[in-house]
């Protein structure tokens, strides 16, 4: 019996917690299943040449059967997602994952199938964003003005961060990561673990925690590959999947802290905000909030009970 090939695709280095907990998939499949499922870990399609953002492109196209990806990739197809970019809504991992394993999540998974070739088998945990530049320390929006910074593909992350007075720059990851050590890219925002696993560290000094946006990454297949499964085949992938989740979001959890110790306070300089200084961040983006609040459907913010 010819085995069913599953390969899953991601765009980090293999120690990330995104490529640690794929791996966790392909081995909880392996234990499952045995052999008739043959597992591949496409990694970083970086190193290939390619962008992070062709993973969904590599799905829908069969290339991959599933991929990692953050949310703010599907926006266009799925506009609910824009509550999950939102600029200081999330205040905590609890609450975030309380929505999204219960009736937001249902939505979105729903919202996806619908509008997507893609199934969603995990939400998982892509940080709080925090802000990395070379020019000088941030603490107030006044410090932003004038300074470029590459955000995601996202708009309403560049209108957020014009607000601050910023100069966005949407770039993919890839083309970020080739340019970061020039000045094209005088600031960025990423989770702390993409701080430290690119590199970036070793060309911004001063990393801001202002944790602005939370991201959620989906865990992506495609949804033809899916229901061409045995119905067993469909349920050890859920369980899996699930599995692969559950470490995915222990690991970004623990992550923080940990980056925080293998910072040399010789070469990056952590500027923690006080409750003042954070409060000015959060005033300067309320224009953002505001707009968005009147265009997204407030049953779904009711969803959010807790963010504020």
């Not at 765009?11 to 966790?24: D, E, G, M, V």
């Not at 495609?222 to 045995?230: I, K, Q, V």
Request: net charge negative.
């Amino acid at each position: 019996m010819t085995p069913i090939l599953i390969k899953f695709g991601g765009y980090q280095k293999p120690a990330s917690i995104h490529n640690r907990a794929a791996r966790l998939f392909g081995d909880a499949l392996a234990r499952k299943l045995g052999e008739r499922i043959a597992f591949e870990l496409i990694g970083d399609v970086l190193a290939l040449g390619r962008k992070s953002g062709d993973l969904p492109t590599m799905v829908e196209n069969e290339e991959l059967s599933g991929c990692y990806m953050s949310t703010v990739r599907f926006t266009k197809a799925v506009p609910e997602l824009r509550l999950l970019e939102l600029p200081f809504l999330v205040k905590d991992r609890a609450s975030v994952f309380t929505a999204l394993d219960g009736e937001l999540g249902d939505l979105l998974r729903r919202r996806m199938l619908e509008a997507t070739p893609f199934r969603v088998l995990g939400v998982w945990d892509n940080g709080f964003r925090h802000i990395s530049n070379r020019v000088r320390p941030i603490r107030t929006p006044e410090d932003c003005r004038g300074i470029r910074i590459r955000t995601q593909m996202s708009e309403l992350h560049g209108e957020a961060f014009r607000a601050l007075g910023f100069e966005p720059i949407a770039a993919d990851v890839k083309e970020f990561v080739e340019e970061i050590a020039t000045d094209r890219f005088q600031a960025q925002d990423n989770p702390l673990t993409n701080i430290f696993n690119f590199g970036v560290h070793e060309h911004h000094r001063y990393i801001t925690l202002s944790g602005h946006f939370f991201g959620a990454s989906l865990m992506l297949c495609n949804d033809r590959h899916y229901r061409s499964w045995p119905e067993d085949v469909q349920g050890a992938v859920e369980e899996a999947a699930r599995e692969a989740t559950g470490l995915q979001r222990h690991l970004a959890a623990a992550e923080d802290a940990e980056v925080l110790e293998k910072l040399d306070p010789r070469d990056n300089e952590v500027i923690r905000l006080s409750a003042t200084e954070r409060a000015a961040f959060v005033t300067a983006v309320q224009p953002v909030l505001a707009k968005y609040r009147r265009e997204i459907d407030p049953k779904l913010f009711a969803c959010l009970d807790g963010w504020g």
